[in-house]
């Protein structure tokens, strides 16, 4: 019975506060640390392969949730997929460039990217394959040029948020957006941390 009063106070504080304040947005921003490669005592699982894929290896895959991914994939855009056999367990895909100026949640340098996109299947969660994914697909992004990376995670996601942690990266800021009475540009404000 007390749970169920918790759960309807709750629903009620954010009505409120959706009223108030509009929607919200709650991101962190975590970066890449350096080209030192992954963290002490991350290594690939013997069972796993993470390697570049191009838009076809995605757009067949017989995963739907693999080829539901094609549409992020085109010019400054790069993908990494983690194989389980011939099989597609993994995806993460990094924009740079003009491509990503578009969203630009984050400002980018020139020679920096932003995973846009991590997925991996859902009979593979929990194994660890994210975390194999941010690291080893980092280390070849800042092979080619890059000099630093970056993703931002939504404030609760708990999961995304240790694999980030877990494959080196740190946070960088914490990225609040309110709108309230549905302003055309919301308002923005930016905590950073020390990277």
């Not at 740190?170 to 404000?189: C, D, T």
Request: hydrophobic fraction near 40%; proline fraction near 4%; charged fraction near 25%.
């Amino acid at each position: 019975m007390m749970q169920a009063v918790l759960g309807m106070v709750k629903e009620l504080a954010k009505k409120i506060g959706r009223l108030i304040l509009g929607e919200y947005s709650a991101y962190y921003v975590y970066s890449s640390q350096d080209k030192s490669g992954a963290p002490p005592g991350l290594e690939l699982s013997s069972s796993r392969r993470i390697r570049p894929v191009d838009k076809n290896a995605v757009e067949t895959s017989g995963e739907a949730l693999i080829r539901d991914q094609a549409f992020y994939l085109g010019s400054e855009a790069l993908a990494y997929a983690s194989y389980l056999d011939d099989r597609i367990v993994g995806l993460c895909i990094y924009w740079y460039g003009e491509r990503y100026r578009k969203r630009n949640f984050w400002p980018l340098q020139s020679r920096e990217a932003k995973l846009v996109q991590i997925v991996t299947v859902p009979g593979q969660r929990g194994a660890g394959i994210a975390t194999e994914l941010i690291a080893f697909s980092c280390m070849d992004v800042l092979a080619k040029g890059f000099d630093k990376t970056y993703a931002r995670i939504w404030h609760s996601n708990t999961p995304s948020i240790r694999a980030f942690e877990r494959a080196g990266w740190s946070r960088r800021a914490l990225v609040l957006e309110l709108n309230p009475l549905r302003r055309k540009q919301p308002i923005r404000m930016q905590f950073e941390t020390k990277a």
